[in-house]
């Protein structure tokens, strides 16, 4: 993840070190002030990427919470880093923001300064991940003269990027992400594993592993190591590993009957 915001923060920090806000353009070189901006910078990115990780552990529904998550990771970064920079500009120069009034009118700054270096980020960030700039997916109206209750697709196919077509192969959970994996390539939908795997129920595969959903249409091969584990080669050349706890449920269908090696 990091070297997809790397950018983006690169090119803020460079952005506060050449106009220099809270007298830093006066009072430092441009080094200096890169190191002092590029530090806060960093360092408010690890809080916000802390506190969401947090956050999504307890908060249930992303799609219906990211506001309050991300009210909350807002506020409770702007608190500590208007701590760290009242720290910092007492350090390096002498100024004492250490009091209440102090930390008030270092706070406003913080809170400004903070929504326009992340503003950009985090609406591409919702954006990307479908939670912001799309409507619900309607559901399909019933055929004439169709069954009612006849089920109906997988919402989780309604989450995958249009460019990446809907053959679905597997799911890699990575840290708050899950990687959807295609015939037509891979990308990162921010929501947890479990939740993916709910939204997938109808569609033929199941979990083979904590951090891996597979189709059943997508293996091609099943590779026994020396130590007895099994793991899926799957049609794009992914190789997933079965864990122990999945192992008997992947015995169960049937899928180790295709070739071993």
């Known amino acids: 993840m990091l070297r997809r915001r790397l950018p ?3 090119g803020s920090a460079l952005a506060l070190a050449l106009l220099g806000p809270f007298g830093t353009f006066r009072e ?3 080094l200096p002030r890169l190191g002092y901006w590029g ?10 990427e802390l506190v969401v990780l947090v956050a999504r552990r307890v908060l249930p529904n ?11 990771a807002y506020l409770t970064v702007c608190v ?17 923001f250490l009091t209440p009034a102090g930390l008030a009118e270092l706070f406003g700054y913080v809170l400004v300064i903070t929504t326009l270096v992340s503003a950009l980020p985090v609406w ?3 954006r990307e991940q479908g939670i912001l700039g799309q409507l619900p997916p309607a559901p399909p109206a019933p055929a004439i003269g169709g069954d009612p209750a006849a089920p109906r697709p997988a919402p989780f ?14 799911l890699e959970m990575e840290d708050h992400y899950v990687r959807v994996h295609t015939a037509l390539g891979s990308d990162l939908i921010l929501m947890r594993m479990r939740d993916a795997v709910a939204e997938l129920a109808g569609i033929d595969g199941r979990q083979v592993h904590r951090s891996y959903w597979v189709a059943a249409s997508a293996v091609t091969a099943v590779e026994r190591k020396p130590d007895g584990k099994l793991s899926l080669r799957l049609t794009n ?17 049937g899928w180790t009957e295709k070739a071993v090696s």
């Open 28 to 30: 430092m070189g441009l």
């Open 124 to 126: 591409l960030e919702l």
């Open 237 to 253: 050349g992914l190789l997933v590993p079965v864990s122990r706890t999945h192992a008997p449920s992947v015995r169960a269908a």
């Open 80 to 96: 500590l880093q208007t701590l760290a920079v009242a720290l910092l500009e007492n350090r390096l120069r002498g100024q004492d």
């Open 157 to 170: 196919l309604d989450r995958i990027p249009a460019r990446l077509g809907r053959d679905l192969l597997a």
């Open 39 to 48: 530090g806060l910078i960093t360092t408010g990115w690890s809080m916000f």
């Open 62 to 72: 992303l799609e219906r919470t990211w506001p309050l998550m991300l009210a909350a």
């Open 8 to 10: 983006l923060l690169a």
